[in-house]
């Protein structure tokens, strides 16, 4: 048996924006958008539902916000993500800080074969999760989503979130492994 990590799915791409209306505007604009698959959220609202407090960022927890536009483009789920407080002390808003303001892919949402070896390696490895948290209501089987964001630039370039669902348009994929009953958004 290998030690190496196996992906099955990646499933998202997302991207951190300073003007979430204007880049989706310029993504209707560019490319043919089935608007059918178009979420718009903020995560205040689930927080003003009861069913998200935030997160833990760097290790601590961190109370922030976000809005967002998820849709399906090429046969993944695209995120644009903005973060609704600008300043230093949450990932998004760091992340543009840390870009010089610029736009940019924040991360790619994969469905990890065996999440617990994978959180168990970046623990061996010494590389804690960036952010972790749990969101929304539960789901048919009881559980909430959750996600844990390993950066990993220094390594590989990139943040990967590997969460316990797979959302967008492979959230029906045989390797998706989401619970009987879940529904993709």
Request: charged share 25%; with cysteine.
């Amino acid at each position: 048996m290998s030690d190496k990590i196996k992906i099955d799915l990646i499933f998202q791409v997302s991207i951190c924006v300073n003007d979430m209306e204007a880049v989706m505007k310029n993504f209707r604009e560019l490319f043919d958008i089935d608007e059918s698959t178009l979420i718009k959220r903020c995560t205040k609202d689930f927080y003003d539902r009861g069913e998200f407090d935030g997160a833990r960022y760097l290790g601590k927890h961190c109370e922030f916000y976000i809005k967002y536009y998820r849709f399906d483009l090429g046969g993944i789920d695209f995120e644009i993500i903005e973060p609704l407080d600008k300043n230093l002390g949450n990932p998004y808003s760091d992340f543009l800080i840390q870009n010089g303001g610029k736009n940019g892919i924040h991360h790619i949402a994969c469905k990890i074969h065996d999440r617990t070896v994978f959180i168990q390696k970046m623990e061996q490895m010494g590389i804690p999760p960036l952010t972790c948290g749990t969101m929304g209501a539960p789901m048919p089987n009881g559980e909430k989503k959750d996600f844990y964001f390993y950066d990993l630039r220094d390594l590989l370039g990139i943040i990967i979130e590997a969460g316990n669902i797979v959302v967008g348009p492979l959230a029906n994929h045989p390797l998706a492994g989401n619970p009987e009953g879940y529904v993709g958004n």
